[in-house]
């Protein structure tokens, strides 16, 4: 079976009742989870980005972009609710695109139709979903733009490689959103950009593969230079220092070292301090007794000394990997983990809890209204369910059947050896290749087991699912695919 080979790529300005639909199920369901939890949900590194915009000095303790999005959405409604609709219009129309693509509306499908409309219904009223589209941290736009950039890359392949220089822009935009949305963007970017610029010159599509590069580089710089506009300062907090950091204070506190190893390890993080803030799923406590000026003096040395004693012990380096990130490869989660799907609260106003911890415990003032958060609905009805029913799934079975990073980065690893089976082609593979190498950076740098690091592990497999439900429904209302899991079994022996 071929990929199909047009869709709303070249036909979006044809859009239908259909559309309509599809993109009004996450607007009105987001919306009233927005109403809910007016003006929007945040933590502490929501104020830290909403009180810099207020003072008009900034860090790039958070990626400097995210912080100037919020700020042009705070410049045209001073509310942080102007960045939630931001982010539920991103999705809804994404989403949209999406299903678009993988339907034609041209027959009479209506069982394909009716398949995506259930789809989005389910992943809509899903809370982790809802919640996170009104959530102000920057993985949720980064994980919309990576879902969307794999989405695009299923586009390039069923085109084989055949596709213009408007297409070429668009995917070179998204790339350069994704490199500079969240810190490890940047080198996801750079292997995918050259994964398939490499696909484009194969399938002879050389001028294209050569703007794809230029394209995307000239988009990165020119987001970057909002950094040297707004004279965006460097914030000590490093990620690679910090994982380093936490490395180390597992390896000296596990493995046998040189004395004069232990030693150079003690000037980096505070040795009386590193047992009682070790944690092995949080690195946070660690980069409070890390003395950062002495990483950036001897950079190569503790960089050496990390490598130097996970060649030693590889096995320990292993364990340390996997018990430092659990989420990544572990589909249920632990008592012991340090993180959570989304961050409620049952018994308090989070988002006052989080003012005082950023404003008054660290000594800040906010000096805009937007500053100044609590929910305007705390303790009504409509709050109070909707909120015990995300708790409550935190704390049940449901949390593995809906929120776990890891249960579907296995399942997407499935529907991928499906949709090969079926299309005969390995070229599907370069779909989830962006999400790889997310998986990949936050196994490496992960400073808490925060779902939301990993929520495009999600994202992408709704996007699996509508492809597979193409396959089936695609040209008609007659099965185009087997249901039965022995004909591929069958199929995987030949």
């Known amino acids: 079976m071929e990929f199909k080979d047009v869709g709303a790529l070249t036909k979006i300005n044809k859009l239908n009742y259909r559309d309509l639909a599809i ?70 129309v994404m989403w949209m695109v999406i299903c678009k693509y993988h339907r034609d509306d041209e027959g009479d499908l209506r069982k394909g139709f009716k398949l995506q409309v259930i789809l989005t219904v389910i992943i809509c009223i899903i809370p982790i979903n809802a919640l996170y589209s009104i959530t102000l941290w920057k993985d949720i736009l980064f994980s919309y733009f990576l879902m969307f950039l794999c989405f695009l890359a299923k586009v390039m392949i069923d085109r084989q490689g055949k596709v213009d220089i408007k297409f070429i822009l668009l995917l070179s935009i998204i790339m350069a959103f994704v490199a500079e949305l969240r810190g490890n963007g940047l080198y996801v970017i750079i ?50 220092a910090t994982k380093l950091a936490h490395m180390l204070a597992d390896y000296d506190l596990n493995l046998e070292m040189d004395d004069a190893d232990r030693n150079q390890i003690h ?66 989660k632990d008592g012991d983990w340090m993180g959570r799907p989304y961050y409620m609260s049952g018994d308090r106003d989070r988002l006052q809890s989080d003012f005082n911890e950023f404003y008054v415990r ?16 705390w303790g009504t009805p409509a709050f109070n369910l909707l909120n015990s029913l995300a708790l409550g799934i935190e704390a ?3 949390d593995t059947i809906f929120n776990s990073p890891a249960l579907y980065m296995y399942l997407s690893i499935i ?35 925060d ?38 079994i069958r199929k995987l022996k030949n």
């Open 267 to 332: 000037k980096l993080i505070n040795k009386d301090k590193v047992k009682e803030a070790y944690k092995p799923t949080k690195s946070d406590p660690i980069f409070a007794i890390t003395d950062y000026d002495e990483y950036d003096n001897n950079k190569g040395t503790y960089i050496g000394l990390a490598v130097k004693y996970s060649l030693k012990d590889p096995l320990h380096c292993l364990q340390y990997l996997f018990g430092a990130s659990p989420m990544v490869w572990d589909i249920t």
């Open 362 to 377: 660290h000594n800040n003032t906010p000096t805009e209204p937007y500053e100044n958060l609590s929910y305007a609905n």
């Open 191 to 240: 292997i995918v950009l050259a994964v398939y610029a490499i696909y484009l010159f194969m399938k002879k599509n050389r001028k294209m593969s050569l703007a794809l590069a230029i394209l995307t580089v000239t988009f990165i710089l020119l987001i970057a230079s909002l950094n040297v506009a707004y004279d965006v300062e460097d914030n000590e907090k490093d990620a690679l």
């Open 415 to 449: 529907l991928l050896v499906m949709i090969h089976l079926i299309t005969r082609t390995r070229e599907i593979y370069l779909i989830y290749i962006p999400n790889v190498l997310n998986i990949l950076a936050i196994f490496f740098s992960t400073p808490i087991q």
């Open 396 to 398: 049940s079975f449901f």
């Open 23 to 92: 993109f009004l199920i996450p607007i009105i369901v987001f919306s009233v989870y927005l109403a809910v939890f007016n003006p929007c949900i945040a933590t502490y590194d929501t104020f830290n980005q909403l009180h810099q915009i207020a003072s008009g000095s900034f860090t790039n303790w958070h990626p400097f972009f995210h912080t100037f999005i919020n700020m042009i959405c705070l410049g045209i409604y001073p509310s942080t609710t102007s960045v939630c609709i931001l982010q539920i219009l991103t999705f809804s």
């Open 451 to 488: 779902y939301r690091y990993l929520y495009p592990n999600l994202l992408i497999c709704y996007l699996l699912i509508i492809i597979l439900i193409w396959l089936r429904y695609g040209s008609s209302d007659e099965p185009q695919i087997s249901l039965n899991p022995m004909e591929y």
